[in-house]
T-cell receptor
């Protein structure tokens, strides 16, 4: 019930392409779904987040799509750049707590 | 505004020892959460402190403990260290106003190596 499943584990995309990472959750009490980006040697950085009352949120080249009935959400990175090469984590929580449940992470490599 | 700071950044200990890690949250943030990151288990929630009280706890043994001070700074302690405790320990702070999303901002982490 507490798991968040993330796929794929790794992803290679050409520069300018679209990177898509998917996550699925089980606990219907979750009401906050952030994505984090982590570079080697750094802590995770909040990238973009969504609440279940909207189906899509866009910030620059990053878009979250949210499907409440399927309990799935995904991150789309448009016009992927080599600087986007990092590990991406989806997460879920009940906004009343400070407990984030993370997916296993996706290592993205954007080839020039 | 300064971000979340964690000290020390690196630690090397031997089995059986204990260790204390420190976290200073973003100014004004009242909630501090701790996570353990390992290649095998990923990011796992340890505990959360809010207004000096532990509000949530993850599935870790009692060797892992923490506390929060009146200025919101937090410490976590691991006693009787085991080899498997080698990990990156991350602290995250959030404002945690009622009804607001749980936006957590992470520090750079403390890399603990247990020999």
């Amino acid at each position: 019930q507490q798991q968040v499943k993330q796929s794929p584990q790794s992803l290679i995309v050409q520069k300018g392409g679209i990177s898509i990472i998917n996550c699925a959750y089980e606990n219907t009490a979750f009401d906050y779904f952030p994505w984090y980006q982590q570079f080697p040697g750094k802590g995770p950085a909040l990238l973009i987040a969504i609440r279940p009352d909207v189906s899509e949120k866009k910030e620059g080249r990053f878009t979250i799509s949210f499907n409440k009935s399927a309990k799935q959400f995904s991150l789309h990175i448009m016009d992927s750049q080599p600087g986007d090469s990092a590990t991406y984590f989806c997460a879920a929580s009940n906004s009343n707590t400070g407990k984030l449940i993370f997916g296993q992470g996706t290592t993205l490599q954007v080839k020039p | 505004k300064a971000g979340v700071t964690q000290t020390p950044r690196y630690l090397i200990k031997t089995r059986g020892q204990q260790v204390t890690l420190s976290c200073s949250p973003i100014s004004g943030h009242r909630s501090v959460s701790w996570y353990q990151q390992t290649p095998g288990q990923g990011l796992q929630f340890l505990f959360e402190y809010f207004s000096e009280t532990q509000r949530n706890k993850g599935n870790f043994p009692g060797r892992f403990s923490g506390r929060q001070f009146s200025n919101s700074r937090s410490e976590m302690n691991v006693s009787t260290l085991e080899l498997g405790d080698s990990a990156l320990y991350l602290c995250a702070s959030s404002l945690q106003l009622a009804g607001d999303p749980n936006e957590q901002f992470f520090g750079p982490g403390t890399r603990l190596t247990v020999l």
